[in-house]
């Protein structure tokens, strides 16, 4: 906002904090480009695609992503295509759109929900999803500064869970790049979000107790995702797990598992699996039964590495 005076930020009770505090001390410094709206999804991402067409940058909030569906028309429909449609003579890609996503420990089924598949099919969109603080900041600005209409999708369970240090000044982190956060051998482990930290515990858990050697990556941007980086991973280790929190069905590790499949088929030593949210509305008290813990990471490996 600083280097670029048509960046607008806006949402509900952005002007305020936001729910999780994202945006204190905006209002007080830029003034009237960042302010509230109604509680209108639908509305919030329209304006934010009408302002992205008048060469403006707009970050617009959807306070939960489990309320991003009243929106889903005109991300898919509109943002997504407003380039194709109009033969190049119109953008919205300088649209990005935040949302707090996944489990909370007390959200229960309306603020807990993992929704990014639902968009990792859609082309036209950028789906980005950061695992720390330092990711958080250098893949948002990749988002603003990129040419084509992206979703940013923050766990909620790391606002406050998640602690390291952040680059001052401009820092950037380039979509579609996974990041190896452990070298290994005997499997390749394969999240996004706060998942990546269950995988990182899983992977120190059998490497402790059984000598199993994971390897460990965190995809960052699901589309486009790092084909190159996950399928040179399970060449050489041979073998894959996929973990998210989102139900099991037509979740996107089925996309992962399937081009892995495709692609490193001779040299799988097992078949690849995944790790994954229950097919069930996201529950409240049940919520540590749904998630895929460390335990059931653990259990995944051991039977994937002794197939």
């Not at 970050?59 to 997504?80: G, S």
């Not at 979703?151 to 000044?169: A, D, N, Q, W």
């Not at 402790?208 to 994971?214: T, Y």
């Not at 190159?228 to 399970?234: D, I, K, M, Y």
Request: charged share 20%; with cysteine; net charge negative.
């Amino acid at each position: 906002m600083d280097s670029n005076d048509k960046a607008l930020v806006f949402g509900e009770d952005v002007a305020f904090g936001g729910v999780f505090r994202c945006t204190v001390g905006l209002l007080e410094r830029y003034g009237r480009r960042c302010f509230n709206t109604p509680l209108c999804e639908q509305g919030i991402v329209g304006f934010g695609i009408g302002l992205a067409t008048q060469g403006y940058t707009p970050i617009a909030e959807i306070q939960f992503a489990d309320y991003i569906y009243p929106a889903f028309d005109q991300l898919v429909n509109e943002a997504a295509k407003y380039r194709y449609r109009s033969g190049g003579t119109f953008t919205a890609g300088g649209l990005t759109v935040r949302a707090p996503y996944g489990a909370v420990g007390h959200g229960g089924h309306y603020h807990s929900q993992s929704v990014e598949s639902f968009f990792t099919h859609v082309p036209g969109l950028k789906v980005v999803v950061p695992s720390s603080p330092a990711q958080a900041k250098g893949l948002l600005l990749s988002c603003i500064q990129d040419p084509d209409p992206c979703i940013f999708f923050e766990p909620k369970m790391l606002y406050r869970t998640s602690v390291e240090e952040v680059p001052v000044g401009e820092y950037t982190i380039p979509l579609g790049q996974a990041q190896m956060l452990r070298e290994g051998a005997d499997i390749t482990l394969i999240g996004w979000g706060a998942q990546v930290h269950v995988l990182a515990q899983a992977a120190q858990a059998v490497a402790d107790a059984d000598g199993i050697s994971c390897e460990v990556l965190d995809l960052r941007t699901l589309l486009p995702w790092d084909v190159q980086a996950v399928t040179a991973s399970v060449n050489k280790t041979g073998r894959l797990l996929v973990s998210h929190e989102a139900p099991l069905s037509s979740g996107f590790g089925a996309e992962l598992v399937a081009e892995v499949s495709r692609r490193c088929f001779l040299r799988l030593e097992a078949p690849p699996v995944r790790v994954c949210g229950s097919d069930t509305p996201f529950p409240l008290v049940f919520e540590p039964l749904y998630l895929p813990g460390v335990e059931r990471v653990v259990d995944a490996i051991r039977a994937t590495v002794r197939f």
